[in-house]
């Protein structure tokens, strides 16, 4: 039965893609050490929600957009090493067109509407 690569749920035989993802069906029975991972937003479908400077403001961003379920892409980043290894510059953190509404209100939010209310 073919698989998504990313998602891991299987199709009948006779489907080439995967109706979540979007992704193209892989032969055979998923890998018993599969984890499920999100795949990569096509850059045609991508917004620019805001725009970073240093390394620490772009991985908290990262880290809040896709701790509520919005996948991120950091323009101006060659990779996740790249941007843990302190280089500063300016970044555009894009997410898909979507999405783009829900970035921004959390972004407008700010983090701290995930802080437990005050006792």
């Known amino acids: 039965m073919p698989y998504c690569p990313f998602c891991g749920e299987?199709?009948?035989e006779g489907y080439t893609r995967c109706t979540d993802c979007?992704?193209?069906l892989l032969p055979g029975s998923v890998p018993?050490?599969?984890?499920?991972?999100a795949p990569l937003l096509p850059l045609t479908d991508l917004v620019p929600v805001t725009g970073t400077w240093g390394y620490m403001e772009t991985a908290?961003?990262?880290s809040l957009l896709e701790s509520c379920g919005i996948r991120?892409?950091?323009f101006g980043c060659s990779s996740p090493a790249e941007?843990?290894?302190?280089?500063?510059?300016?970044?555009?953190?894009l997410v898909d067109a979507r999405d783009a509404e829900a970035a921004k209100?959390?972004?407008?939010?700010?983090?701290?509407q995930f802080l437990p209310p005050e006792v």
Do not use: C
Request: hydrophobic residues 45%; glycine residues 8%.
């Open 10 to 12: 299987t199709y009948r």
């Open 60 to 62: 908290i961003i990262y």
């Open 83 to 93: 941007l843990l290894s302190g280089s500063t510059g300016i970044r555009a953190i």
């Open 72 to 74: 991120v892409r950091i």
């Open 105 to 112: 209100e959390i972004l407008a939010a700010g983090p701290d």
């Open 32 to 37: 018993p050490d599969f984890v499920p991972t």
């Open 22 to 24: 979007d992704a193209e």
